[in-house]
């Protein structure tokens, strides 16, 4: 695929540089969209506005939503208005408010300027809903319907208004107050009798979102539901827009790689890894670090107050590691799977104290079976093995038993915070591998010489 790519684009820059246009043009029309917009993201700049001004007008609307914001910009800085409008006057309201949101204020003032009034209209009405919600979302570009048509009247609505709307496969039955009263697909209405009332065979059963929902509880709803589309309503009920697939699989992929950045300490950021500077990149993790950097001053704190205790068994150091990496592990393991399974829906603060028992009864098993395997360890490889006489028993009991209860602080600590952070309204995600490591370390290095002083009387 990758050597195909780069044929394709070695082709496309000799055919411009050898002027041959129509050749071109033969090549990207018969290419899909979506391939054409990532031909164009990588494309050298001075070519960029003439292979786009190759594309046919419809294609080229297409095209360009796929594109990246950086490209987009460019093309916009080197469109003439007549251009900028064909192609505003192109695109779906969604897609239209997702450019407007994405471009500098100077970009914007020319993008509403070109754009006709109703469309600015509704560009204006979707900007005015908080970012990440359904209102944000959708579009308002659906077919309505009327309960008192025929399935004749429904389908010469469709022809007749069907052309520049997001979708027609399922229509929506409003009353005239705007009220969602059903859905009717354009399967159903084919199959029905011209003269069959809308109100016999529209579905009532409804599923739909509130303008306000957030936008990662609106892709839950299509993957629970196997959806198409969803209608969002008001709080009246009233019909506002509807959201497609498309559109929930790109938040979707949003709000996945905003959740691993954040799990691996990173602020989230909009632009593709190649395309985001070192300096973004930088601000981006050095806060983190920073944070992380200074709350793992506790553990030292704790084994600088422990040094003269080390200083009598300093066997003991060299165990340090394996406990604190072993119960930064166990944590991450519990607080990744609680992380997905609140995503996912299957996880809600209600089953708070079913998934702590859950994660306990698995604790004893991890540490009895870890503990088991290192005494054995311990006794054989490093006592008789390497010869250290400094690992007894009462050495190795220190360590099995610090590994038993670090792990069991692990799993409470990786499960509980995820769930606790989603209840105060904080992403549960912040709650991962850095912060869940940085306090079971402090943890297991307090639980360690507890159990040094107690078993071997530091």
Not at 87 to 101: M, R, S, T
Not at 266 to 277: A, E, F, M, N
Request: proline share 4%.
């Amino acid at each position: 695929m990758a050597e195909r790519n780069v044929t394709l684009d070695d082709t496309i820059v000799a055919l411009a540089e050898q002027k041959k246009y129509s050749t071109l043009r033969d090549i990207l029309v018969t290419m899909n969209p979506a391939d054409a917009a990532a031909l164009f993201d990588e494309t050298e700049e001075r070519l960029l506005p003439l292979l786009f001004r190759l594309l046919p007008k419809d294609m080229a609307a297409e095209t360009f939503v796929e594109m990246d914001p950086d490209s987009q910009e460019l093309l916009i800085h080197g469109f003439s208005d007549s251009e900028l409008k064909e192609v505003v006057d192109e695109l779906y309201v969604d897609d239209a408010v997702d450019l407007v949101e994405e471009m500098p204020a100077n970009v914007v003032k020319r993008i509403l300027k070109q754009a006709d009034p109703e469309t600015r209209k509704l560009i204006n009405n979707i900007l005015k809903y908080p970012d990440d919600s359904a209102g944000s979302l959708m579009t308002t570009e659906f077919v309505d319907l009327l309960p008192t048509m025929t399935a004749e009247d429904a389908i010469k609505r469709i022809r007749r208004t069907g052309t520049d709307k997001e979708t027609i496969n399922i229509c929506y039955v409003i009353d005239d107050g705007r009220h969602l009263l059903g859905t009717v697909s354009i399967r159903n209405l084919i199959l029905s009798e011209e003269d069959e009332a809308i109100s016999q065979i529209m579905e009532e059963n409804v599923i739909s979102v509130n303008t306000l929902t957030d936008q990662e509880d609106v892709t839950g709803v299509f993957g629970k539901y196997d959806l198409t589309v969803l209608p969002v309503v008001d709080n009246e009920n009233r019909l506002v827009g509807i959201i497609t697939v498309d559109d929930a699989l790109d938040v979707l992929e949003t709000e996945a790689t905003e959740d691993i950045e954040i799990m691996g300490g990173v602020t989230p950021t909009d632009k593709p890894y190649l395309k985001t500077s070192i300096w973004e990149t930088f601000k981006a993790r050095f806060p983190w670090l920073l944070l992380l950097m200074i709350s793992a001053t506790f553990t030292g704190q704790i084994i600088t107050s422990f040094e003269n205790s080390l200083a009598v068994a300093a066997v003991l150091t060299a165990y340090i590691p394996m406990l604190m990496d072993t119960g930064g592990n166990s944590g991450s393991q519990a607080s990744v799977t609680v992380i997905r399974g609140i995503s996912l829906g299957d996880i809600e603060f209600k089953d708070f104290f079913r998934v702590i028992w859950k994660e306990m009864r698995v604790a004893v098993l991890c540490g009895a079976a870890l503990a088991a395997a290192n005494f054995v360890k311990l006794m054989l490889v490093d006592r008789m093995l390497f010869h250290n006489p400094d690992v007894t028993v009462p050495v190795a009991a220190v360590i099995c038993l610090t590994m038993v209860c670090t792990i069991l602080v692990a799993k409470f600590v990786g499960c509980t915070l995820p769930m606790l952070a989603e209840k105060m309204g904080f992403d549960p995600a912040v709650m991962s591998s850095p912060f869940i490591t940085t306090i079971v370390d402090a943890l297991s290095l307090l639980i360690y010489f507890r159990f040094a002083v107690m078993i071997l009387h530091l």
